[in-house]
């Protein structure tokens, strides 16, 4: 039930059955991973990866899930960890060029090219029409001075791109003649957009991806899950402005969803417009006050500010109360720690640090604290 809840766009809801099943039977992997996916399309980097490290303690070698938590370190600007993750992905899966791909993104980020082009080389070797591969291999190429080399990949990228815009076309055109009616003609040729934007985005492919969906938004303007991953899109692309555009537009259809108004806080915190961003966790609260999220928020929106500190402390133990995870302890130690109760500060960090004992984040803090007591 909840994995058709979530094909459906109801998150809340499959949300709850997936928490429903996790009560009857807390081994279920699956369920774990469930959830860590559909944090990672509502932009909620940390709480997926702390879904998916809990499958990894039920299925240490499932796989996908170090790439999922790789993409999500990406997102956090953790691109070590991130490397690490997709190294531990091909020893589970070896046959995965999308890790090799995205390994080679990774050393190409970080002017590693003969790196790089070894992960885009296996990438290729595993699936040979992976247009952004040879992409890749066209760019390191051109840095390494390989100048014949550099133009054969080009040549190759040039004619995958091509088969495949004319393998998107027809597509869309069998999908516009299957219907005389506009209304379901537009909203299925704006699935066909969305299914072959997900074909894209898994191969690196952004400027299609964002192209896609946004053709999707314009067919299907009140579409949900287009405007969640418009919204996603631009995050991870660091175009913050255009990412909280998305989600205003997505309160304006659902007024009650309070995921909607927490993301609109955290791209307000980064954009530093505090007053915003203070009156958007504010909303989350109200519309979801037995939800921690909300809480834990605007308790760290506070300590950003460093202003409010009492109420900091107060918010987030709050919710540690409502919820007792890794996120929230961390945030309550850290508002001990500001308000200077240290020792309050250092058992609430070690607490995080039980739950999430993979973090760095945590143990850092907790060895600063640990020092300045």
Same mark, same amino acid.
């Given at each position: 039930?909840?994995?058709?809840?979530?094909?459906?766009?109801?998150?809340?809801?499959?949300? &709850?059955?997936?928490? /429903?099943?996790?009560?009857?039977?807390?081994?279920?992997?699956?369920?774990?991973?469930?959830?860590?996916?559909?944090?990672?399309?509502?932009?909620?980097?940390? *709480?997926?990866?702390?879904?998916?490290?809990?499958?990894?303690?039920?299925?240490? &070698?499932?796989?996908?899930?170090?790439?999922?938590?790789?993409?999500?370190?990406?997102?956090?600007?953790?691109?070590?960890?991130?490397? @690490?993750?997709?190294?531990?992905?091909?020893?589970?899966?070896?046959?995965?060029?999308?890790?090799?791909?995205?390994?080679?993104? *990774?050393?190409?980020?970080?002017?590693?090219?003969?790196?790089?082009?070894?992960?885009?080389?296996? %990438?290729?070797?595993?699936?040979?029409?992976?247009?952004?591969?040879?992409?890749?291999?066209?760019?390191?190429?051109?840095?390494?001075?390989?100048?014949?080399?550099?133009?054969?990949?080009?040549?190759?990228?040039?004619?995958?791109?091509?088969?495949?815009?004319?393998?998107? /076309?027809? !597509?869309?055109?069998?999908?516009?003649?299957?219907?005389?009616?506009?209304?379901?003609? $537009?909203?299925?040729?704006?699935?066909?957009?969305?299914?072959?934007?997900?074909?894209?985005?898994?191969?690196?492919?952004?400027?299609?991806?964002?192209?896609?969906?946004?053709?999707?938004?314009?067919?299907?303007?009140?579409?949900?899950?287009?405007?969640?991953?418009?919204?996603?899109?631009?995050?991870?692309?660091?175009?913050?402005?255009?990412?909280?555009?998305?989600?205003?537009?997505?309160? *304006?259809?659902?007024?009650?969803?309070?995921?909607?108004? $927490?993301?609109?806080?955290?791209?307000?915190?980064? !954009? /530093?417009?505090?007053? =915003?961003?203070?009156? %958007?966790?504010?909303?989350?609260?109200?519309?979801?006050? *037995?939800?921690?999220?909300?809480?834990?928020?605007?308790?760290?929106?506070?300590?950003?500010?460093?202003?409010?500190?009492?109420?900091?402390? @107060?918010?987030? @133990?709050?919710?540690?109360?409502?919820?007792?995870?890794?996120?929230?302890?961390?945030?309550?130690?850290?508002?001990?720690?500001?308000?200077? =109760?240290?020792?309050?500060?250092?058992?609430?960090?070690?607490?995080?640090? @039980?739950? =999430?004992?993979?973090?760095? /984040?945590?143990?850092?803090?907790?060895?600063?604290?640990?020092?300045?007591?």
């Amino acid at each position: 039930m909840g994995n058709v809840q979530g094909r459906h766009g109801n998150t809340t809801e499959a949300v &709850r059955f997936w928490k /429903k099943g996790l009560e009857l039977n807390p081994k279920r992997a699956d369920v774990y991973s469930g959830m860590g996916w559909l944090a990672m399309r509502k932009g909620e980097c940390e *709480e997926a990866i702390l879904h998916w490290r809990k499958v990894l303690e039920i299925a240490p &070698r499932m796989p996908g899930v170090h790439n999922g938590i790789a993409r999500a370190l990406t997102v956090l600007g953790r691109k070590e960890e991130a490397i @690490e993750e997709l190294e531990k992905d091909i020893q589970i899966s070896p046959q995965s060029s999308l890790s090799y791909f995205l390994l080679g993104q *990774e050393y190409l980020q970080q002017k590693k090219y003969e790196k790089a082009k070894r992960n885009y080389e296996m %990438a290729i070797s595993l699936q040979p029409d992976l247009p952004n591969a040879y992409y890749g291999l066209f760019t390191v190429c051109s840095r390494l001075k390989q100048r014949a080399k550099a133009r054969e990949y080009m040549a190759i990228f040039k004619k995958l791109d091509a088969e495949d815009v004319t393998k998107e /076309k027809k !597509l869309l055109e069998g999908r516009s003649e299957a219907s005389d009616d506009l209304v379901s003609m $537009r909203e299925n040729v704006a699935e066909t957009y969305m299914y072959a934007e997900r074909i894209y985005r898994a191969l690196g492919q952004a400027q299609r991806t964002e192209e896609l969906l946004k053709r999707a938004a314009t067919l299907a303007p009140k579409n949900t899950e287009c405007l969640m991953k418009l919204a996603s899109f631009y995050r991870i692309n660091e175009r913050l402005p255009e990412a909280l555009q998305m989600y205003k537009e997505l309160t *304006e259809i659902e007024p009650e969803n309070g995921v909607h108004y $927490r993301n609109i806080g955290i791209l307000c915190t980064r !954009l /530093k417009r505090f007053a =915003d961003a203070e009156e %958007a966790f504010g909303r989350v609260i109200a519309l979801t006050p *037995e939800s921690s999220s909300g809480y834990r928020s605007l308790a760290q929106l506070y300590l950003d500010m460093d202003r409010e500190l009492p109420k900091a402390r @107060e918010l987030a @133990e709050r919710a540690v109360v409502l919820e007792a995870s890794a996120a929230n302890y961390f945030v309550l130690g850290w508002a001990c720690d500001e308000n200077g =109760d240290r020792d309050s500060a250092i058992s609430a960090v070690k607490r995080a640090l @039980e739950l =999430d004992p993979g973090n760095p /984040k945590y143990r850092q803090v907790y060895e600063h604290i640990q020092k300045s007591n």
